[in-house]
């Protein structure tokens, strides 16, 4: 094996509509595909890159009973960001939804939205 293993965590999100998710994540946050595996029936599973920041993304279908209350009450995902601003006016102009401005606060610069799969992202950086 000649590159070296770096130690990391990418999360996972898991959807109904995974080609619609990456589109979104693409259009709203400038992701890149980095690994697509195209599905049976339709679906695909991506690693996508957000500047370096990695997640994945596939398709669940019917969810199971763990998985069944997603949409930013199981996880919340941090896209820390030169520029909040920009971010956050893309992801809303790709259609996720408000959730709060961005703002100062508890030594964070950020806001919070939630995309169209019910994932809630929040956008920003520390001061």
Do not use: Q
Request: aromatic content about 10%; charged content about 20%; overall charge negative.
């Amino acid at each position: 094996m000649s590159e070296k293993i770096i130690t990391a965590i990418a999360p996972w999100l898991t959807v109904r509509d995974s080609i619609a998710a990456v589109n979104f994540y693409k259009s709203a946050f400038g992701a890149v595909e980095t690994y697509r595996l195209d599905g049976e029936g339709g679906g695909i599973i991506a690693r996508l890159s957000v500047r370096g920041a990695e997640f994945w993304v596939s398709e669940g279908g019917v969810l199971d009973n763990e998985s069944e209350n997603v949409g930013g009450h199981t996880i919340r995902m941090i896209l820390t960001v030169a520029d909040p601003e920009l971010i956050f006016a893309d992801a809303l102009n790709a259609g996720a939804k408000e959730v709060f401005p961005i703002g100062v606060d508890h030594g964070w610069k950020l806001g919070r939205l939630v995309d169209p799969f019910g994932l809630h992202w929040e956008i920003g950086h520390m001061v």
